[in-house]
């Protein structure tokens, strides 16, 4: 049986050649991202905005969405918006943030499963206050900020400060892609977003780690190749893992994106463009990032070089 | 590396198929693994049972989860009040008399003393008023006193309740509430409800596989603070305007002397009039209860007494006849449902605060099992993905990081159990991404170990240097990744949590894994095929 070979052996790409073109894309599509930020923004959930999500199902197989739509917009509860998605007649209920606190939220609750309770099966009700809101957002942003500094740490640690430079900037990056995703698609950005990005974040890591430890290993091998080529030699000798790492990761999203139901699909969507955006980004702007800090400057004492060798034996 | 101890091998294996064994529990129904506790011999110790098993989190098997916040300004503003009544007793005990009266302040109460020789009486009084905030025990007493008294040379004197002190007041209310939820969840006879306690002022109720979420709300939300008092004349001093339900919210005099309370009542049912055959609700009071009920009624006989809950009058009947037998009835406009909960709440006891709703979360059981459904669908379809495309690479190799992939997921699965954590939607969904990264580790070795060779070196020295080179990027790789992972499980909230949980397993055991089965089987390989080259 002939095996897959999806990356020839050898390869001589000039990796860090192509930064002339990856960093613009990569700083444009950042503008954008910003753009779109300020004038449309985030399509926040109810996790991040507070008010009230429904989702029911058309006991007969059939909704009636304008029928629900019309009713719903009676209640005095504001704008609602009804959707409809899934295969099974499901619909979805989205009631904004009612003025009133609390109680006033509950309100809505009560009101509209007297209205549907009878042709509809509720499969979902959440409420979020504005206090619970407000929290979930700084617990989130918390999250990705300790993330990224945890890491910072261990890479300074156990890399050099250059080297984590250069993982933090492609981290940075993927997550500003990915929220150029979710503003493009008007994705719902909730607490599983959060997870995703948190994520995509490990996975970026992973992928720009794995570079750098060769990048880092070689340094080590060739005192005197120019940094450039070193690079370049970096990610071609890994390049072959990388694409089939991906690959498997994107198989097993793939199958979560048409199989694993409605409630994690937006999830999945989300993971499967990170994924892609992190593989990228490993390769075309965290290591291009490290020929402008000067790699080789204060680079592994003796010391450590006989660790290194020790370890060896 | 390569050469294999009898002994490490079995060691290997024994941890690995415990492992994996761990998750077998899980195939069972609940009852089944009751009846495994119940029926082994007591020498056997329960963590080795088959009987630990993963929990479903409430977006799998379905059911609400309620988030209450306790009303901080409702206790610290009955703090005060009765801060007012203590200074006011103090005052009378004294007998000194005040200029201007007692001020009520938004954390306390001040009043104006000019003669120094009665602030030289009362301030010693007003101290003692004071408490040590109890953290005894490890710390001892943590010297924060829970009311600040400062006396001004103007003669103006001040009592606060301190921070600390309101703080020790919430804390205690919350342990109270969540004794009271407690018993109003179980009344409603569900398995398994989770009540904790959610940062100072928070209480969190987990009840799975709940038909009507409305009727759990209802209970939890009402404070259920019953009262019995006199209808009193609108012009008499120390009287409330109460709304009256029975009368369209129409507010009537109520008495503000309080004959007895909910907390003297031991039994409260919902039946039927016998007469009107209307739902009521009947109760039966303590002996303190009995007695002042019956003096109470013996004394206004022919006048009305209203049943307050809650500072709304349900009714107001007129006392026919003393009832000093301690038990009666509360009529008004009930439905059956009503009265069923009144009962529940009067039993279970009233909330020391009114507590609201902040936060509800809830999925229908129908919701749940499709979600299981998919999670398993896509589970299968991605390690099936997963595997034929690792085969596809790298042959014989791709079958042994298969097998390294499959007790992956069995181990993630059988340390859940024996944590018994808690998989969520969001956990599933984790479970399929690390089948998709799992093999990474695999993949760092084989490809390492082919460029090895490529360099000229001998098969032998190829798989050693590819274990030995590989291993730092693994770890290296791996706990970036566990750092992100660890820092979504502190802030993570339930599902999400699920998901970390899953996440960092998963990550604890690839490493596992590919450190020790996919060594062992390569080495096995080797030892029995006795191969030239990479099979890749």
Known sequence: MRLLRIVPDNTKFRIVHWRRLAYPFSAAYSVLVLVLFLTVGLNFGIDFRGGTLMEMQAKSGKP???????????????EVEVQEFGSAGDLSMRFALQPGGEIAQQAVVTKARAAFAEAYEFRRVE????????????????????????????????????????????????IVLTMGFFLITQLEFNLTSIAAILTIVGYSLNETVVVFDRTRELLRRYKTMPIPELLDLSVNSTLSRTAITSTTTILALVALVFFGGTAIEGFALVMLFGVMVCTYSAMFVSTPVL??????????????????????? | MLRLQARKVILVLLVLVFGCGLAVPNLFSPETRKAIEQGAPAWIPRFLLPIHAMTLGLDLQGGSHVLLEIDRADLIRSQVTQLRDDVRRILREERVGLQGGIGLTPRGVQLRVPEAADRAKLMPKFRELAQPIGTFGAFGPSGNQSIEVTENPDGLIQLNVTEAGSNERIRRAVEQAMEVLRRRVDALGTTEPNIQR????????????????????????????LQFRMVADANAGDVDMLPSQDQGGQPIPISRQVIVEGE????????????????????????????????????????????????????????????????????????????????????????????????????GPGLGQDSIQAGKMATIIATVLVILYMIGNYGLFGIIASIALLVHVCLILGLMSLLGATMTLPGIAGIVLTIGT???????????????????RSLVSALEAGFQRAFATIIDSNVTMLIAAVALFALGSGPVRGFAVVFILGILTTVITAVTLTRMLIALWYRWARPKALPF
């Not at chain 1, 009636?64 to 504001?78: E, H, K, L, P």
């Not at chain 2, 055959?277 to 009624?297: C, L, M």
């Open chain 2, 438 to 456: 799992a093999v990474d580790s695999n993949v760092l070795i084989y490809e390492r170990m082919r460029e090895e060779s490529h360099l000229g």
């Open chain 1, 127 to 174: 409420t979020v206050g504005p206090r619970v809101s407000g929290e979930l957002v700084q617990a989130g942003t918390l999250g990705v900020v300790l993330a990224i500094i945890g890491v910072l740490v261990y890479l300074w640690f156990r890399f050099e400060m250059q080297l984590a430079i250069g993982a933090i900037v492609g981290t940075m990056h993927d």
């Open chain 1, 64 to 78: 009636d969405i304008a029928q629900v739509r019309q009713t719903a917009n009676s209640f005095g509860f504001g």
């Open chain 1, 291 to 313: 020929l402008y800090l000067d790699v080789r400057a204060g680079r592994l004492d003796q010391g450590e070089e006989l660790a290194e060798a020790k370890a060896r034996v």
């Open chain 2, 198 to 225: 959610q940062g100072l002022d928070r209480i969190l109720v987990q009840v799975p596989g709940l038909q009507d979420p409305q009727r759990l709300k209802q209970i939890l939300g009402e404070t259920a603070k």
């Open chain 2, 264 to 363: 003297d009542l031991i039994d409260a049912q919902p039946a039927f009039d016998q007469r009107t055959s209307q739902p009521i609700v009947n109760f039966r009071f303590n002996i303190r209860g009995a007695q002042r009920f019956g003096q109470a009624t013996t004394e206004n006989l022919g006048r009305q007494l209203a049943i307050v809950l809650d500072n709304k009058v349900i009714s107001a009947p007129v006392i026919q006849s003393p009832i000093t037998g301690g038990s009666g009835q509360i009529s008004g406009n009930f439905t059956v449902e009503s009265v069923n909960n009144l009962a529940i709440l009067l039993r279970a006891g009233a909330l020391p605060a009114k507590m609201t709703i902040v936060e509800e979360r809830t999925v």
